[in-house]
């Protein structure tokens, strides 16, 4: 990857952060304007992020490093392009169109600098997808989460507040272990470039090792309190539910984000040696923890924002228990299980507040409590008998259906797909054995009941709001809202019908995750741009 190319690798950065610079000097009432320059950016964003993700899944495809500053790795910062980051560009550059256009209804224009706050988040999330160091995946970390506590708090409300000032504490304290833990890996290890980190952990004496491990524990604590696993999980479905409807839907991919950062470290740094495997039972045993709780949460859920939040934390069960089985044929299943849960819980958080317009809460309590005493009126019923649905209802209903099939795993769409593909990696393929263990049955029926357990709640709250309610109200629906949901769950039909080359795709990825070797030649081998010299004397000698 040379030329012009090279210098895309750093664009899903700068683009958000220039267009966030620009949006500050624009006045708050051109709100047209403010909203054009911010979707002209996603939009850019997501042409950047299919170019780099067609390279990368090209014939060639490579491990890209970009060397900032033009200094050496490990001195210098670096960026890496490889499969995996690439995916999760194109997966967060595909929720940001969507989610953007759905504010530009109502919620871009209740506060200020919503569109600022949008974009900086989407360059932390960038940035901590592509950095190639643990100092600048902190820094990553915090600009992402600046932003995200001004758009969790957007819109105000006691809700909003209450469920922000939560979160800003959780992330607090998450922030200050994560200090601590590169902390303790630098004074052991002496870097934190991720590619030298691997190369040296291997040579490292014993006690200086474990200390480094001790660091990493403290790290992986920070992932997991993002990614959500039990019992560090309890402010996710309160904050989430709490955030406005394009925040959440944007939100979807920051709880995978403690995901990306958890595998990229697991078979980088301790993929072999004597830390092999380092933290793979916590990651196993914590998934399944979280998988019940979260499968708990969904069928206890009345309201459908928390039935959304504890969906969260079922897509983040499922994964963190596959990454503790540490076996290629069911990671390759689980990446296909990101993107398409990330896609679904998107679409899903921005429907509900669709379909909560048409939805009164007390009409819905009096149809219940009206049926139980026998006390309704059948001559109403009669005359309602054989009305026509209305168009947005119907639409609604069926958006609410695709994304109950998703949620549920069930056939033909995306989510069934990807269960399956982990599923039946479990009953025969790689490290598990054949037949299956004891455990590995465990988690089979883990991941069916949590299916089980969408379903029903699925199909309660879908009865709840499309038939139960006395009052017909039809919601007012705008076409910038109900197009990018239709969107997203249009991105999971499209994966359903690409599943051979999805599935291609995720197993490439997972076989070169699995060889660090890739990964630190490409950072250590990466040639300086000749001509750019990165020290005045260095200049002073070319001249």
Known sequence: MNGWAHHLIIAPILVPLIASAILLFVDERQRLAKAMISLASAIALTAIAIILFRIESGPNGFEGAYLVGNWAAPFGIVLVLDGLSALMLLLTALLAVPALIFSLARWHAVGAHFHSMFQLLLMGVNGAFLTGDLFNLFVFFEVMLAASYGLLLHGSGPLRVKAGMHYIAVNLVAALLFLIGVSLIYGTAGTLNMADLAARIPDMEPDRRMLMEAGAGILGIVFLIKAGMWPLCFWLPTAYSAASAPVAGIFAIMSKLGIYAILRLTMLLFADGPSANFGTVVLLYGGMATLIFGTIGVLASQALGRLAGFSVLVSSGTLLMVLGINDGAVSSGALLYLVSSTLTISAFFMLIELVERGQDAGANVLAVTMEAYGDADDETLNEEEGVTMPGTMAILGICFAAC????????????????????????????????????????IVLVILSGIAALISMTRAGIRTFWSSIEGTVPRVLVIEIVPVMFLL?????LTIQAGPAMQYMDTTIRTLSKPANYINAVSTAVQIPGYKASSGAAKESK
Do not use: D, E, Y
């Open 490 to 494: 249009a991105l999971t039909l499209a």
């Open 404 to 443: 109950g099939i998703l949620l549920s795993g069930l056939p033909p769409l995306s989510g069934f797909i990807a269960k399956f593909a982990m599923l039946s990696a479990m009953m025969g393929t790689g490290a598990i054995g054949v037949p299956p263990t004891a455990a590995v049955w465990a988690l």
